[in-house]
C-alpha cells in the first residue's frame, strides 16, 4: 500500500512539474476556471470536443444525437448527444414543447470548469454528475416543458436545479472519467494514469494541467 501511495504522489508531483514548464505554452484548465467570472464551460471547447470523441470512439454507439427541430441549444458549446433511451424520451417531449437545452451531454473537462471555477450554485464533483452519463438535461424553459418531459419518463430534479432532468438510461458516470484517462494517457505515456474510471487526486492533477484548447493528439486518435 505504501508503494502504491508513493507512487501516486510521484505521479502526482510529476504532473506538477509538467504544469508549470508547459504553462508558458498553452493555457491549463486550471487557469481557465480561475480565470471564470460566472457559471460556464468557456474556454475548454477544444478540450470538450476532444473528450466527446473519446468516448464515442471507445464506447461505438453509445451516444446518439437528440438534435431535431424542435430541440435547440442555447450556446454551441452544448452537446446534443445522449444515450438512446434518453433520446427517445427527449425527442417525445420536444413533440410536444419544443425544447431549449442549457446542457446536454457534459464531459468531464465540462463539469471540472463548473465545479472548480466555484461560480456555480449547484454542481456536482466531476465524474459524479448524470451529465456524464449522457441522461441529464438542463432545459432552459423548464417550466414550460416540465410536464412534457415527466410525461415521457424524465425526473425532473426539483426547486433545487430547477432546469435540470434525468431521462432513462444506464449510469455512465465512470466512462467520462476513464475517456479522459485514455486521452491523458496517448498524450503522456510518460506519466500514465490508472483507466479505472476513478476521479482521484491523480486524474484531477491531470486535469488542472491539461491544455484546454485540447491535446496534440485527439479523441478520434485514440
Do not use: K
Not at 456524464?132 to 430534479?157: E, H, I, K, P, Y
Not at 503522456?188 to 491535446?215: C, I, K, R, V, Y
Request: proline residues 5%; glycine residues 8%.
Amino acid at each position: 500500500m505504501w508503494t502504491a501511495a508513493r507512487a501516486a504522489l510521484s505521479t502526482v508531483i510529476a504532473i506538477g512539474a509538467w504544469t508549470l514548464t508547459s504553462a508558458a505554452a498553452a493555457q491549463t484548465m486550471s487557469q481557465v476556471a480561475s480565470g471564470q467570472s460566472s457559471c460556464t464551460t468557456a474556454g475548454g471547447e477544444g478540450l470538450s470536443t476532444q473528450l466527446v470523441d473519446v468516448q464515442r470512439c471507445l464506447h461505438p454507439g453509445q451516444f446518439v444525437s437528440f438534435a431535431n427541430a424542435n430541440i435547440t441549444p442555447t450556446s454551441a458549446r452544448v452537446h446534443l448527444v445522449a444515450q438512446a433511451s434518453a433520446r427517445d424520451a427527449l425527442q417525445v417531449a420536444a413533440a410536444s414543447v419544443p425544447l431549449q437545452i442549457n446542457s446536454g451531454f457534459r464531459p468531464l473537462s465540462d463539469q471540472y470548469l463548473l465545479w472548480a471555477s466555484g461560480n456555480c450554485a449547484v454542481v456536482a464533483a466531476p465524474g459524479s454528475s448524470n451529465h456524464q452519463s449522457g441522461r441529464a438535461v438542463d432545459v432552459d424553459n423548464t417550466v414550460a416543458a416540465r410536464t412534457a418531459l415527466t410525461d415521457a419518463g424524465c425526473v425532473w430534479l426539483g426547486a433545487s436545479d430547477a432546469v435540470h432532468y434525468d431521462c432513462p438510461g444506464m449510469d455512465l458516470r465512470a466512462d467520462a472519467v476513464r475517456a479522459f484517462q485514455r486521452l491523458w494517457n496517448i498524450n503522456h505515456p510518460e506519466m500514465p494514469l490508472a483507466e479505472d474510471g476513478d476521479w482521484g487526486p491523480m486524474t484531477l492533477a491531470a486535469m488542472q494541467a491539461a491544455p484546454a484548447s485540447g491535446f496534440a493528439l485527439g479523441g478520434l486518435q485514440t
